[in-house]
């Protein structure tokens, strides 16, 4: 199971971090992606980690996001920095156990995260 925390409310050029974290399994064992849904918007590729270590970042937080692995707490962590009040969001973290390929599309990954929402005000 997976379990997407850190949202929050944020005023504009604020940071937040959040984590995702698996139980019954190691996530350095997944490829783990970050997608995020805006009001009336479809839910859109955010970021992915893949388990050797690979990264991948859509262009619009390229420079303002960062996604990592804590391997001692077993989740991944998106740190965003700079926020925009575009970045209103849920956010949710899903995992695959394939090492790498399409990373950015919603069917490459097997199991989802309830998401956790994040609020930027201007």
């Known amino acids: 199971q997976l379990q997407a925390s850190g949202g929050g409310l944020v005023q504009a050029g604020g940071s937040l971090t959040l984590s995702c974290a698996a139980s019954?399994?190691?996530?350095?064992?997944?490829?783990t992606g970050w997608f995020r849904q805006a009001p009336g918007k479809e839910r859109e590729f955010v970021a992915a980690f893949g388990w050797s270590g690979n990264r991948k970042y859509t262009d619009s937080v390229k420079g303002r996001f960062t996604i990592s692995r804590d391997n001692a707490k077993n989740t991944v962590n998106l740190r965003m920095n700079s926020l925009e009040p575009e970045d209103t969001a849920v956010y949710y973290c899903a995992v695959t156990t394939t090492v790498w390929g399409r990373v950015s599309e919603e069917n490459f990954y097997r199991s989802w995260g309830q998401g956790t929402q994040v609020t930027v005000s201007s």
């Open positions: 019954g399994g190691s996530l350095r064992s997944y490829t």
